[in-house]
């Protein structure tokens, strides 16, 4: 028989980034028809959904509601990094556990957060080690104005910098927004050599579209390409074409065409590690992550989580996309995970690197 274990899950299936949730969630969603199918598996989950309609005052509440009404202490979910931070408290307070199943900016390692998606040493900084020297070394970034795109940028930054490469711009729009047309002009204006684009949802749709209304300019498109850690598969159809050509980097990438891409994958992945964590284990899901993961290696089973700092090994795939799909370029094997960056050490100019961006 299997023992039924409750898990929540929190992702929006509304709002300005419903698509990227859309994708997660229904990674979950497979992950644990797939699991309660295992005959193998001693463990059975059942889900406990909260939406938060992309409202991020809701996160919180709602996670706070799962922990406390219902006996689910793993929880799948959140999309920005705005979310997982409004969770964190509530993880704590009540010893629950998050699966993160997307990217983000690194510099955290929450004993109540596990990491299975990539982090800045696997996909922004390969991706830039491929751009500079493929692409050149005048750069203009454009991001959502919170967490993940300013850290996004001031690690983009840096190696930029070290690579003896310049910013002409460094812009930020609120989520949502998509009034793009001061920055479709600065882009005119400068003509950098690629586009570091760290929007989120309707704000990177936006300006996909106004920017491949400039690429139709002479002398505008040829060699100006758009870098991404965040887009993927789900998105190409909210994109309506515009991201023909865009070149993203993460740990996994469709190989027959579907639109899931990593947000989905990952979030299936995660649902089937917990499931190997807790198999064999009674009431294992009540214990600590980290305790989790010592009792899994004492047992003869390699976690795919890395127990002093809960991020997932991951490969740094580098895709462009073409004729509707992401084509590979380059792909690095799987890379422990550096949430830090203490292993990439940044440049070692004297004088300072701070210039005014106008």
């Not at 812009?171 to 998509?178: E, K, P």
């Not at 479709?184 to 570091?196: A, G, H, M, S, T």
Request: charged share 25%; aromatic share 8%; proline share 5%.
């Amino acid at each position: 028989m299997k023992r039924v274990i409750d898990i929540g899950v929190l992702l929006s299936r509304s709002g300005m980034y419903a698509a990227l949730a859309h994708a997660s969630r229904q990674g979950v969603l497979q992950g644990v028809t797939e699991v309660n199918a295992d005959s193998r598996l001693d463990v059975a989950f059942r889900v406990v959904e909260r939406d938060p309609e992309g409202r991020l005052d809701r996160y919180a509440p709602l996670c706070r509601e799962i922990l406390r009404e219902s006996e689910a202490r793993h929880i799948f979910g959140c999309i920005t990094s705005a979310s997982r931070k409004e969770v964190i408290p509530e993880l704590e307070r009540y010893d629950g556990v998050l699966w993160y199943p997307v990217p983000y900016e690194g510099f955290e390692a929450s004993e109540h957060v596990a990491y299975m998606h990539a982090c800045p040493n696997q996909h922004l900084l390969p991706l830039l080690d491929w751009a500079l020297p493929a692409l050149g070394k005048r750069a203009y970034f454009v991001g959502s104005n919170y967490i993940w795109g300013w850290e996004i940028a001031r690690i983009a930054r840096e190696r930029v910098a070290a690579s003896a490469g310049e910013v002409l711009g460094d812009r930020y729009l609120a989520v949502g927004d998509t009034d793009v047309d001061h920055i479709i002009q600065e882009i005119r204006v400068l003509k950098p050599d690629f586009v570091l684009n760290s929007l989120v949802g309707d704000s990177s749709y936006a300006f996909l579209a106004r920017l491949a209304e400039l690429k139709q300019e002479t002398g505008i498109g040829n060699g100006l390409t758009v870098l991404s850690c965040n887009f993927t598969e789900c998105e190409i159809k909210s994109a309506g074409g515009a991201a023909e050509g865009l070149v993203s980097a993460g740990p996994w990438f469709e190989p027959d065409g579907s639109y899931g891409g990593s947000f989905h994958e990952m979030a299936r992945q995660s649902v089937h590690e917990l499931a190997n964590l807790l198999h064999g284990r009674p009431r294992a899901e009540m214990l600590p992550l980290s305790d989790l993961l010592r009792s899994a290696i004492t047992s003869g089973y390699t976690p795919r989580l890395d127990p002093t700092h809960l991020h997932a090994r991951q490969p740094a795939i580098i895709a462009r996309l073409a004729d509707g799909r992401f084509h590979e370029i380059k792909r690095l094997p799987a890379l422990r995970a550096d949430p830090y960056l203490t292993r990439h050490p940044q440049t070692s100019s004297s004088g300072s690197m701070l210039k005014v961006v106008s």
